[in-house]
C-alpha cells in the first residue's frame, strides 16, 4: 500500500510516558469499531501505549501483558476495549476463537503483533509502529492510516488539546 503524508506521521517519543501521552491522546478520538494495530520489537513499548490509552478511559486500573492469556478486555458503561496480543499465534484463524470478530462489532480494539492476522486484519486500522529512538528511552512512533476512519484518526492528532 502507498500511502501519502496525509495518511502516516512519525512522532519522537523522548520517554515512555511520551509513549502513554500519545496513547491518550488517541484514546480521546476513538470509538467502537476502531483498530489500533501495535507493531514493534520486544521492548518497543506496545504495551506502554496499550497501559496509556486503556488508563486514559478508565482511570487507574491494572493492565497486564495479554502475551499468555493472548486477550484481555476492559468494559464500563461508556466503554469496552479488547486487547490482543498475537504474538503467540500459530494461524491467523485463532484470533478468531478469541472473538475478534465479535470484538470489532462493540469495542475499541489494541492488537499488538497485527502482521500475525495476515489477511484477517480488518481494511481499516490505525497501524503504529514503535521502534528505538536516539537512546535507550526513546522511542519513534510512525502512525500509518490504513483506510477512511484510521486516517480521521490520525487528522485528530491535529487537536491542540493535550
Known amino acids: ?39 514493534g520489537e520486544l521492548g518497543a513499548g506496545k504495551t ?18 495479554p502475551t499468555f492469556t493472548l486477550v484481555q478486555t476492559y468494559e464500563d458503561d461508556h466503554a469496552v476495549i479488547w486487547h490482543f496480543d498475537l504474538y503467540r499465534l500459530k494461524a491467523p484463524e485463532e484470533a478468531l476463537e478469541l472473538g475478534l470478530d465479535e470484538a470489532r462489532r462493540h469495542a475499541v480494539l489494541l ?15 490505525l497501524e503504529l509502529v514503535l521502534e528505538p529512538g536516539v ?17 480521521a484518526l490520525l487528522a485528530a492528532m491535529d487537536d491542540p488539546t493535550p
Open 1 to 39: 500500500m502507498t500511502t501519502h503524508a496525509r495518511d502516516a506521521r512519525l512522532i519522537a517519543l523522548e520517554d515512555l510516558a511520551a509513549t502513554e501521552r500519545l496513547a491518550q491522546r488517541l484514546a480521546r478520538h476513538a470509538r467502537p469499531g476502531d483498530v489500533f494495530g501495535l507493531r
Open 48 to 65: 506502554t501505549f496499550a497501559r496509556g490509552f486503556i488508563t486514559s478511559i478508565f482511570g487507574p486500573t491494572e493492565v497486564p501483558s
Open 111 to 125: 492488537i499488538e503483533w497485527p502482521e500475525r492476522l495476515g489477511a484477517l486484519m480488518p481494511a481499516d486500522w
Open 135 to 151: 537512546d535507550e528511552h526513546a522511542r519513534r512512533a510512525h502512525l500509518i492510516a490504513h483506510g477512511p476512519r484510521a486516517q
